[in-house]
């Protein structure tokens, strides 16, 4: 059995959490593998097989992701497409997508069990057309975001479902973000909490130039175009999972639908969503209940 572990040193106490890591792996039979990158920075206690990133992912039984989300989200496009599962370990802020944290690494030993929580997320596809030519397809595990440009003009997009218009509307931007995602930016922006293992599309408005502007949700199997009505001088960007990817404009469209592929996340612990939700975003509510 083989684990690829996919660390994000930039996070405080990383090395710390990659070591132990390695260390419960190794002591349970588990082999380590890690991007050769990482060679001269990460030197334990036990043998590391280096290598290169794709074959190494390719070649293991799942990912261990050590960092936050946004740590998950970077490994899960390779992940999804060698159909690898993948265990997070939080050593960021929220980690909804984390399973572990500091405490939890003993449970790796678990990883050799064949009756572990799987956690099947679905992701997004979306297609960047410019003048009806197609210039890019994307895949997001959180969501993918048409919003205006920095110090551009308020822009005006229209959004239809198989041909029919469903929203035309004036904003900062909207975003379409999958299950996974909706506690991630769409939240930030007023959409609602979604269980991570439903299958469906959520749409949010963007600081919405309207006093009746709502969230809607959409099944799995729709196909949600988005065209850009905007002056020349207001041109707006296409973000996916964080990651700008194309500058749009008049006559640009997207088209946001299910992506191929999913990705299976690892709960060790059980519960982990909902534990979450309850520790983390209600905590500042009970902080401020604690001190009433």
Known sequence: MKAYIFPNLDKKNCMEYTL??????????????????????????????????????KECDFVIAIGGDGTIIRCAGLAAVCSKPIVGINCGRLGFMASLEKNDLDQLARLKDK???????????????????LKGTFHALNDVVISKRHNSKIADFEVSKEGVIISSLRADGIIFSTPTGATAYSMSAGGPIIEPDLECIEFTQICPHSLFARSM???????????????????????????????????????????????????????????????????????????L
Request: proline share 2%; glycine share 6%; with cysteine.
């Open 20 to 57: 132990e890591a390695c260390k419960v792996l190794y002591d349970n039979g588990i082999t380590v593998s890690i991007d050769n990158d990482y060679k001269e920075l990460i030197r334990a206690e036990h043998p590391i097989e280096y290598g290169d990133e794709v074959e190494l992912i």
């Open 115 to 133: 009756d572990i929580t799987k956690s099947k997320r679905m992701m997004l596809k979306a297609y960047v057309y410019k003048n009806d030519k």
């Open 217 to 291: 949700v959409f099944s799995a199997s729709s196909e949600l175009t988005v065209r850009c009505h905007a002056n020349l001088d207001a041109k707006a960007m296409v973000t996916v999972d964080g990651e700008n990817v194309f500058e749009i404009g008049v006559n640009d469209r997207i088209v946001v639908q299910r992506s191929e592929y999913s990705i299976e996340l690892i709960d060790l612990i059980g519960g982990s969503f909902f534990n979450s939700v309850n520790s983390k975003l209600m905590q500042p509510l009970k902080g401020m209940g604690e001190g």
